[in-house]
């Protein structure tokens, strides 16, 4: 009997150390470092919280583009930027300074030579400068026409033109941007050369700002060669094409920086070139429809001698000390 309990005693000792045993075994298994199929596995978590601004599931690569051992890459927030705030950036600044200009034109009209027209014209810009003007100004235009076309030509052309024919255009109009991208920039450095003595800021812009440029009321304020509005848009085309021509670069020559760096010029690049096309925009129509006499100084170079001595009357008496008479064309031709 005796025998017996402790045969069965020992036999359940056994039995519960061999379970203890098992229990364990896993444990042990994984401590020896033996394989669990799971255990490194990525959680979808960790996917999700990679998408998040600034986070990122990066691996090793051999390969030269380090960029390819990030498993996503970053492009959230530009997509987002570039599908959806570019597009209002570009919308608000074009048509609001459209909506402006055809409200100024209602309450104010053309702007008149007050004294009339002269019969005596007087050479504002040389061919150089005016070479300089055209230059820039026509490349910033195509590059602006095929830049917007970027923006809203798959939304707005696109339907309207059938998917070959838009792909055929965007495919042009891009190759155009890209090339006439180089006439610009050559522009801009001419732009800034031939004028920038004349575009020093000084206090009789003071004096054209506080009289409203003379734009509201009647009566002009005294101005230089080129007066405080003339001067912004000088100074806005030399350091916003200077932006544009740097991002425009990184465009077009992305470096081993990765996509980030391209995503980063690329929403500079947009930002600046409708602010731009906006501030352009208010510049043609002053210089075209807005003011009579004020585009001859760009066609031909001369100048009705009453546009110039209402609207640059210290340049018009600095020229007259300078050169004297010789200065004054005579001619007959109206302003226009
Ligand atoms: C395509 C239509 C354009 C017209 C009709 C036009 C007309 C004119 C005129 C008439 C002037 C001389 C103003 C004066 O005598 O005081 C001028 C000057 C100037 N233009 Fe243009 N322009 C055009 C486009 C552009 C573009 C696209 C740019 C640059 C992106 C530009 C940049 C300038 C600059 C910097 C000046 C000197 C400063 C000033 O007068 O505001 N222009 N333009």
Redesign the pocket.
């Known amino acids: 009997m005796l025998n017996r309990l402790s045969t069965i005693l020992r036999g359940g000792l056994a039995a519960f150390i061999l379970a203890l045993a098992l229990a364990a075994a896993p444990e042990a298994a994984r401590a020896q470092g033996s394989v669990n199929p799971t255990a490194q596995s990525v959680k979808e978590q960790q996917l999700l919280d990679a998408l998040k601004p600034g986070a990122a599931i990066t691996g090793r690569v051999t390969i030269p583009n380090a960029q390819a051992a990030s498993l996503i890459q970053p492009g959230r927030d530009w997509r987002a930027f570039n599908q959806e705030t570019l597009p209002r950036i570009g919308a608000v600044a074009l048509l609001g300074m459209l909506a402006l200009l055809v409200g100024f034109y209602m309450l104010r009209g053309r702007i008149r030579i007050d004294a009339g027209a002269s019969t005596m014209r007087i050479l ?2 040389g061919s150089v400068e005016r070479v300089t ?1 055209w230059l ?2 026509t490349s ?2 195509v590059l602006a026409l095929t830049g917007i076309n970027v923006t809203f030509g798959k939304t707005i052309l696109a339907p309207v033109m059938g998917p070959e024919a838009f792909a055929a255009w965007a495919g042009f109009a891009k190759l155009t941007h890209n090339f006439v991208g180089f006439a610009f920039m050559l522009g801009v450095v001419l ?1 800034f050369l031939v ?1 920038i003595k004349d575009n020093i800021p000084d206090s009789t812009d003071l004096g054209w700002f506080a009289a409203g440029g003379g734009l509201l009321g009647k009566g002009h304020p005294p101005a230089k060669r ?1 007066n405080g509005g ?1 001067k912004i ?2 100074w806005s ?1 030399v350091v916003g094409g200077f932006f544009l021509a740097l991002s425009g670069w990184h465009l077009l020559f992305p470096t081993q920086e990765g996509i980030a760096d391209v995503q980063w010029h690329a929403t500079i690049h947009g930002t600046v070139a409708y602010l ?1 096309m906006a501030l ?1 925009l208010g ?2 129509y002053i ?2 429809v807005g003011m009579e006499g ?2 001859d ?2 066609g031909s170079g001369e ?1 009705d001698l009453n546009w110039a001595k209402e ?2 009357s210290l340049w018009v008496e600095q020229e007259m000390a300078r050169k004297g008479t010789p200065a004054i064309i005579g001619s007959a031709q109206p302003a226009e």
Do not use: D, E, Y
Request: positive net charge; glycine residues 4%.
């Open positions: 504002r810009f003007h820039t100004a910033f235009l732009t004028w080129f003339q848009v000088f085309v731009m352009i510049h043609i210089g075209s004020a585009f100084a760009m100048v609207h640059h």
